[in-house]
């Protein structure tokens, strides 16, 4: 006779399968929020001219 104090097996794996749910989700939203964010930072920047994105490229123009 099973212990009643104990879940099914079947609700065990529901259990799982909602908690898996639940982080991937966190994971997509911070992931999503992040490159929002950021696209905003970098329009941002361009729009008050300190761009930062290219500082570590040589000018894509000829200075001679």
Not at 2 to 18: E, K, M, T, V
Not at 32 to 54: C, K, P, V
Request: glycine fraction near 6%; proline fraction near 8%.
């Amino acid at each position: 006779m099973p212990d009643p104090n104990q879940p099914s097996p079947r609700r065990l794996g529901r259990a799982g399968i909602y908690i898996v749910a639940i982080v991937l989700a966190v994971f997509v939203f911070i992931f999503f929020a992040r490159n929002i964010w950021h696209g905003e930072e970098l329009n941002e920047d361009q729009a008050t001219g300190q761009n930062l994105s290219n500082a570590h490229a040589e000018p894509a123009y000829d200075t001679n």
